[in-house]
């Protein structure tokens, strides 16, 4: 059988690992990733990493199945002993007590006592807690790895700006859309926005715990702890804002007074490809197009599981196109 030749827009985290699934789950695919930008120059790169639903609304099964997906995911890749992935344990402390059902995939949860609380609470408005461990999945060794296995697997790689997806057409049998806040003007999709995020990457060691509450957020990585958060819709501005890095950096020092000692890195800024839903279909109306965008705060927690099913959805045209 003529081998089916797809092409799959977008290089970040969801668009390498979208082209890796399909390879796994269509061994004669010839895949093509094209994209304007590639690692560590994406929105994936700046991000912390956590394991974490945040800043999406999708139905909470969904996020669960997928989250599993990611976490069993990131067990293979911890199994190779790869840089970049690690379970961590830290406190979630809030203003408002919450208790998603998505903490059910995390492990050791443990909602925090009065007594607990006492010990942790750094501010007035801290009423409530969860100690639990989640893990980290460090996005630019990730996507390094797993571009490695899709070139050993015979992809291809362009480096290109799409700027209209019927450009494509000629030259392929089915087309993946994983161009995160680029799907904007890619599709007209009215319905994602960005919401600016600003980090700050610092070095203290001697900080063991995540920490987050409900304005800022202090987070593991293998050598590094990011600090954030902001959480801005609708701001296109990917400046760093020298202002805003102070109060980040102030606000999570009140939380975790041992990173007043830390050793500032670097500042980022990027945006989070936000909308209702994560988009994640075949498209009605363009037939050979298959979406996977709109991971707003959470693309790292949910890849490889919308991985997974968008190579399904890759599968069900394929075989479509086969009886034709
Ligand atoms: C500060 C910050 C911290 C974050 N922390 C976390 C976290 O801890 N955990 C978590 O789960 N998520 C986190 N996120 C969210 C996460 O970064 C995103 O959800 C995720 O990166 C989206 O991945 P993506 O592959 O869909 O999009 P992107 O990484 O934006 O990749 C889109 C790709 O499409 C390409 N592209 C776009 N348009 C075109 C076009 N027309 N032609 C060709 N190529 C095109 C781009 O060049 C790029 O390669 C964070 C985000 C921010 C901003
Ligand atoms: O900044 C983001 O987009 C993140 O996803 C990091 C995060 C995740 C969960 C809670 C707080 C911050």
Known sequence: MVSPKIAVIGAGINGVSSALAIQEKIPNAEVTIISEKFSPNTTSDVAAGLIEPY???????????????TIHRIQEYMAEGNDGAEEMSGYWI??????????????????????EMKQIAKRP????GVFY??????????????TEKFL????RIVQRKVENIRELDKDFDVIVNCSGLGSKKLVGD??????????????????????LDDQYYALLNDSTITLGGTKDQHQWDVTVNPKLAQKIFEGNCVNVPSLRSARILSHHVDLRPSRATVRLEIDSKLGKLVHNYGHGGSGITLHWGCALECAALVEQLVAKRAKL
């Open 152 to 155: 050993k697997n015979g992809g």
């Open 190 to 211: 009215n319905g994602i926005y960005p919401t600016r995020g600003q980090i700050i990457k610092v070095s203290c060691p001697k900080v063991k715990h995540f920490f």
């Open 125 to 128: 408005e801290h009423k409530f």
């Open 55 to 69: 800043l999406c609304d999708d139905d909470v099964n969904k996020i669960i199945r997928w989250t599993k997906a």
């Open 94 to 115: 809030q203003s408002v007590k919450e208790v998603p059902k998505w903490l059910e995939v995390m492990k050791n949860v443990n909602v925090l006592s009065e007594q």
């Open 133 to 146: 461990s989640t893990w980290y999945l460090e996005p630019t060794p990730y996507i390094k790895w797993e």
